[in-house]
């Protein structure tokens, strides 16, 4: 029984030191603590886009800042196989953007986003992907830069119908209602015929719906 879960992760990584995901935990873990420097010794000198995609991390909780050329340097390693550990920086950083804490070139980020899902990836992996290209194609764009990546998103899992819900949100929010109605009548069947209970989000959007003007 481990008193804390840092602690049980400092256990972990003193008897497995290669391991790159235990890495990657025990970097992330030293600088979400403020610990940036050691963070980043941890990460230096290792040939690995997970490796890198996780200092940009860092430098983003450090700076609040990514630099164009660290973006576009990282962009162009990401080639082959994505692996779990650069799934981890990748959505921490768009996640560090998309609340306003660390500024980066949204363009810039989607072209790794772009080169990752080129990769070799897993299809709840890929799927996340193209909802964080849709949050950034909508902010650069709108919705309608963002719908494909929506779609594709839809297209990787057709049982989860979170992106059309949010489709369907951001069509509203343009005053779209019959193009709305339309996305949501497809998430509709799908959130009915999952286990998964989705009746906050139906409920919220007939709500709507029910009071929407086109």
Same mark, same amino acid.
């Given at each position: 029984i481990w008193g804390s879960t840092s602690l049980l992760l400092n256990h972990m990584y003193s008897v497995h030191p290669e391991s790159k995901r235990l890495l990657i935990i025990h970097a992330n873990s030293l600088a979400d603590s403020g610990a940036y420097q050691q963070a980043l010794a941890i990460?230096?000198? *290792?040939d690995d886009p997970g490796f890198y995609i996780n200092r940009l991390y860092i430098y983003c909780l450090r700076d609040g800042r990514i630099d164009d050329s660290e973006l576009l #340097?990282?962009?162009g390693v990401a080639d082959g196989?994505?692996? #779990?550990h650069a799934m981890? !920086? /990748?959505? *921490?950083i768009a996640n560090l953007g /998309? @609340? !306003?804490e660390c500024e980066f070139s949204c363009s810039l980020y989607l072209g790794l986003l772009e080169r990752a899902i080129d990769a070799q990836i897993r299809p709840s992996q890929l799927e996340k992907l193209h909802l964080y290209?849709?949050?950034?194609?909508?902010r650069l764009g709108g919705t309608n830069a963002a719908l494909p990546a929506l779609e594709s998103a839809f297209s990787v899992r057709e049982d989860n119908p979170l992106p059309l819900f949010l489709a369907t949100e951001w069509l509203l929010d343009d005053g779209r209602v019959r193009q709305a109605g339309e996305v949501y009548a497809r998430a509709k069947v799908a959130? @009915?015929?999952s286990r998964q209970d989705y009746s906050g989000f139906t409920n919220a959007i007939e709500a709507r719906l029910a009071t929407a003007v086109d």
């Open positions: 990460l230096e000198n *290792r #340097s990282v962009t196989k994505i692996t #779990s981890t !920086g /990748l959505i *921490r /998309l @609340d !306003g290209r849709a949050h950034y194609l909508h959130a @009915d015929a």
